[in-house]
């Protein structure tokens, strides 16, 4: 075991390693059996993961039951609704203190307890760096909201009750009252969200119990789920299987087919591109299109859809979604328990058709995350077809810019705004250095006087990301970044014209080439772009990727393994 470079032998600092450690603790837990860290983002400020000490108490019981001795192991929290000016900003750094701490300290293996949008990919990405045996334990999603009697997913059921009360149609006073309706129980957002989708990659690439993803987090079962996954933890630091022998390219083939056919987050695209950077796979946006471009949505949830987290769960899970794609599925790909995924497929019943569609009978023939190329963005953008109207898919507008979030927030309600229903707004400096982080904005609320006409959609275009609750005829993750040297997205001016053309995947400043150029990005769109001169900013400023790799930092991707050479006394 790893542990036993601290805990082994005599002499001066194994005597110390052991003695700070007592504490209670038996002296058979030093005798070479395996030390678990169950890495746990629970916070009061991450509200979504505010349950996980009470799921890390059960795995903690699953493994001293298997003879392992667990340690609990607070790590970077980020609340996806609370931290300003965005959890993305602190992905990375999260997953460098989770990467750090799992190295530095005597740990065998480690469950991962994740929920909220940037943890699991965070603990992904740090487990990942050290390789070490590990697996994930998905928080779960909340239980189902409602809203005059009708579900409501939480985010979804914001984005859009907000501009019912934009557009005239609903009084704040009826749109406050609908907090507690929303938001009814522990557990992370209800809708095919990031939290949700980010839970199911985590299954889908092999890291969790099959059949646990989905789980509400209310639900008796996912405490038993934990105790298995802690007594799972003890058995693979004994076989000494690593997340490098679990995750492979052909598991990542997997992921994106299931993103496909769940109508999964357009966000899982950045993090799963990250993911893999730190494992050195070679994964690029053109495998999402390839790979995922023509699986057929088959899972009736918010935002795609109508449905919500818990009646997936009710209506035969996720295992049941990947019964209707098994022959889609890599199955050389392997799961924490040694055994290829497609080994645990074959006989989910499917008992809500109208939550989990049949292969035969899908909700869309061809639903994976689209990834659109042109001279507006060279390095590639991406769409979620699912969740955009059918109409816009193909659209040629004229553009009304927005230099900024504070410009677009000082001008969307203006009456005078020039913009019609067949405008494309573009929203940029929002990419991960411009903003800095690369915010959830991109699915930006529309002009009220549009949206007192009846309009509820039209093309935005934006460096961002939007949240995986939201719909929305929106291209996000524009690569190359405004705030990049020769970015065309930060050249674009009003009344120019765009075409967009999904089906063909692709998008196009209708602008002569000479003429752009000529032009410069104007003063006020290069004054608003993020400039730091300390601290953890500056580090991500100098350092993030674009989102075309996944948006880390260019010195995190890779991995430094598990070995540490130095004593500490």
Known sequence: ?????????????????????????????????????????????????????????????????????????????????????????????????????????????AVLLGGCDKTIPALLMGAASVDIPALVVPGGPMLNGYFRGERSGCGTGVWALSEEVRAGNLSEQEFERFDKQMVRSKGHCNTMGTASTMGIMAEALGMTIPG?????????????????????????????????????????????????????????????LAIAGRLGIDL?????????????????????????????????????????????????????????????????PIWDREVISLREDPLQDEAGIAVLRGN????????????????????????????????FHARIDDPELDVDADSVLVLRGCGPKGYPGMPEVANTPLPPKLLRAGVRDMVRISDGRMSGTAYGTVVLHVSPEAASPGS??????????????????????????????????????????????????????EHVQGADTGADLDFLVGSSGSKVTRESH
């Not at 639900?219 to 997340?243: F, K, N, P, W």
């Not at 507008?397 to 979030?405: E, H, Q």
């Open 1 to 109: 075991m790893r542990s036993q470079d601290w805990y082994g032998g005599t002499g001066r600092d194994p005597f110390i390693h052991r003695a700070w450690m007592r504490r209670g603790v038996p002296d058979h837990a030093f005798d070479g059996r395996p030390q678990i860290a169950i890495a746990n983002t629970a916070s009061d400020l991450t509200p979504c993961n505010a349950h996980l000490n009470e799921v890390a108490e059960f795995v903690k019981q699953g493994v001293w039951e298997a003879g392992g001795v667990p340690v609990n192991l607070p790590v970077t929290s980020l609340g996806e609704t609370l931290v300003k000016p965005t959890a993305m900003l602190w992905r990375n750094m999260a997953a460098m203190t989770i990467e750090e701490m799992l190295r530095a300290n005597p740990i065998d293996a």
């Open 212 to 272: 646990v993803a989905g789980t509400p987090a209310p639900d008796s079962r996912l405490l038993e789920a934990a105790h298995a996954s802690g007594r799972l933890a003890v058995e693979m630091a004994l076989e000494g299987r690593t997340i490098s022998q679990v995750i492979t390219k052909e598991s990542f083939h997997n992921a994106i087919v299931t993103l496909a056919a769940i109508g999964g987050s357009t966000n899982a695209v950045v993090h799963l």
């Open 284 to 348: 690029s946006l053109d495998d999402f299109d390839r790979i995922g471009g023509k699986v057929p949505l088959l899972v009736n949830l918010q935002p795609s859809g109508s449905y919500l987290m818990e009646d997936l769960f009710r209506a035969g899970g996720v295992l049941a979604v990947l019964d209707q794609v098994q022959d889609l599925l890599d199955p050389a790909a392997l799961t924490v328990l040694g055994t290829p995924l497609t080994s645990f497929l074959g006989d989910h």
């Open 376 to 407: 507006l963005a060279p390095r590639g953008a991406v769409i979620k077809p699912s969740a955009a109207t059918p109409e816009l898919l193909t659209h040629t507008g004229r553009a009304v810019v927005f230099d900024s979030i504070e410009d």
């Open 488 to 541: 065309v997205l930060g050249l674009v001016q009003d009344g120019d014209l765009i075409s967009l053309d999904v089906p063909n995947r692709k998008i196009e400043l209708l602008v002569p080439a000479e003429e752009l150029e000529a032009r410069k990005p104007a003063y006020r769109e290069v004054s608003s772009f993020a400039k730091a001169d300390r601290g953890w900013q500056k580090l991500y400023i």
